[in-house]
C-alpha cells in the first residue's frame, strides 16, 4: 500500500485536503493524524472492519481497545448509553482536551472497537486538524496512538511514516505535537471514577471537578502480575530497544554514579546513552547524552521523552541510563511511562547507602 503523506498546521488548514482524508476514513480506510497528546492512528469507529485493520497496523492484540474521538458533545449519546451528570462536568471542565472518559457503551459501537467490553472509552481532542477530520469522516474515530505495538508513541509525523509506512492509507503531518504523552483515562463506571492511566489532566484537576476520586494502584508500582484495569497498560510499553534504567537519589550522586556505570558498560563493549535535563548535562558521560530540558519544566520533560526513546534506538544504544522525575501533579504521567519503558527497573542511591 501507498502511504500517502499531506502536511498540514492547526493555522492552515486545507479543507479539500481534509475532506479527502476524511472519505478514506468513511470508506473503511486508515489515517493517522496529529492530537495535541500523540499522533493517532485513525479508522472508522463503527465499521468492525476499520477496528480489525487498526490492530492489523499495529500489530496490536484485539483484546486491548481501542479510544473513540468524536468532535462534539453532543455526539456522545449515540455511542454511549446512559451519559452521567458527572461525564457532563468532566467534558465541560476539560474538553476538548487530553481527557478520556470510559462509559458504557451503546449498540452502535462494534465489539471490534471495545476489544469485546462493554464501555466504551471516549475523548474529544483539543487539536483543529483532528476535530475536522473527525467531523468529515462522520464523527466517530477510533484512534490509537500511531505506533507499532510495544514502541513509544510517535510525537512527529516522521516516526507515524517509521512505523506505519506502507500499512496505512495516509499520514496527516501537523508538527510536532504538544503535550507529547497520551490522554488521562478515568472510569466513570466505577464509584468513585478511577484514573487508570495519567496524564496533563491530573488527579487533583479531575477531584476538583468531581470530588473523590480513586487511581489504578499500579500507576507507578510494578504491577508484579496484578493486571491494570486499562488493557493496553499492562503490556510492556514504550520501551526502548535498549536496556534502560532509571537512576533516584540526589543529584550530584545520581550524576557520578551514571558515569560510573556507564564507564563501565562502554569498557565492556556497550553503546551508552544518559536521559538527563540540563541542569546536569554537561557532566555527563556517554556516547549519546540527551536533555529533556529544565528539570523545572515538566512540559519540555513530557514532550520529548518518547523522542529520546526513539532517537536512542536510531542511534543503537544498547545501555541507557536516566535521571528519575518528581511523582506530584503531571509528574507522575511522566514517570508512569519512564517506569514502563524501564520494565521498572530503578536503582534508588539513597536505599542503597541505607543497605
Ligand atoms: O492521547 C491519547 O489518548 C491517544 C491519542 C491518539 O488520542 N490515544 C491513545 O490510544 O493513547 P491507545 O490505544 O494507545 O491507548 C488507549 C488505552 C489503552 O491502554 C486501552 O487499554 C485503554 O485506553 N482503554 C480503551 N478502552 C477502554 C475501556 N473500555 N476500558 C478500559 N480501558 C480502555
Ligand atoms: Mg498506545
Known amino acids: ?32 493524524f496529529p492530537t495535541e497528546t500523540v499522533y493517532g492512528l485513525g479508522g472508522d469507529a463503527l465499521n468492525p472492519d476499520s477496528s480489525r485493520r487498526i490492530y492489523k497496523a499495529k500489530g496490536r492484540p484485539s483484546d486491548n481497545p481501542l479510544i473513540v474521538h468524536i468532535c462534539r458533545w453532543e455526539d456522545i449519546r449515540q455511542i454511549v448509553s446512559g451519559v452521567t451528570r458527572e461525564a457532563e462536568k468532566l467534558a465541560k471542565a476539560f474538553w476538548p482536551g487530553p481527557l478520556t472518559m470510559i462509559l458504557p457503551k451503546s449498540d452502535r459501537v462494534p465489539p471490534e472497537t471495545t476489544g469485546g467490553l462493554d464501555t466504551v472509552a471516549v475523548r474529544m481532542p483539543a487539536h483543529k486538524v483532528a ?54 483515562i478515568i472510569d466513570m463506571t466505577v464509584s468513585p471514577p478511577q484514573i487508570l492511566r495519567p496524564g496533563f489532566i491530573t488527579g487533583q484537576m479531575l477531584a476538583q471537578v468531581l470530588g473523590e476520586i480513586s487511581e489504578d494502584d499500579t500507576i507507578l508500582r510494578d504491577d508484579g502480575g496484578q493486571a491494570p484495569r486499562a488493557p493496553g497498560m499492562k503490556y ?5 530497544s535498549g536496556e534502560l534504567t532509571i537512576v533516584a537519589g540526589p543529584a550530584d550522586r545520581v550524576v557520578e554514579y551514571i558515569n560510573v556505570q556507564t564507564a563501565k558498560a562502554a569498557a565492556a563493549g556497550e553503546k551508552t546513552g544518559i536521559i538527563g535535563t540540563d541542569e546536569a548535562l554537561s557532566r555527563y558521560r556517554a556516547d549519546v ?22 532517537e536512542f534506538d536510531e542511534e543503537k544504544v544498547t545501555r541507557i541510563y536516566s535521571e528519575s522525575f518528581q511523582t506530584e501533579g503531571f ?25
Do not use: C, W
Open 131 to 184: 476535530l475536522k477530520l473527525i467531523a468529515y469522516a462522520g464523527g466517530f474515530v477510533a484512534a490509537p496512538s500511531a505506533n507499532i505495538s510495544g514502541r513509544p508513541s510517535p510525537t512527529l509525523a516522521r516516526y507515524v511514516e517509521e512505523d506505519m509506512g506502507g500499512r496505512i492509507d495516509m499520514v496527516v503531518d501537523g508538527g510536532q505535537v504538544g503535550i507529547g504523552l497520551e490522554s488521562t
Open 331 to 355: 509528574g507522575q504521567a511522566i514517570m508512569n511511562r519512564l517506569l514502563k519503558a524501564a520494565g521498572h527497573k530503578v536503582v534508588n542511591l539513597e536505599e542503597e547507602e541505607r543497605k
Open 1 to 32: 500500500m501507498n502511504t500517502k503523506v499531506i502536511r498540514m498546521d492547526e493555522g492552515h488548514i486545507e479543507e479539500a485536503l481534509l475532506r479527502e482524508a476524511g472519505e478514506v476514513l468513511k470508506r473503511g480506510g486508515l489515517v493517522a
Open 289 to 310: 547524552v540527551k536533555s529533556l530540558g529544565s528539570r523545572r519544566d515538566e512540559e519540555s520533560i513530557a514532550r520529548r521523552l518518547y523522542r529520546a526513546l526513539r
Open 236 to 240: 510492556r510499553h514504550y520501551a526502548p
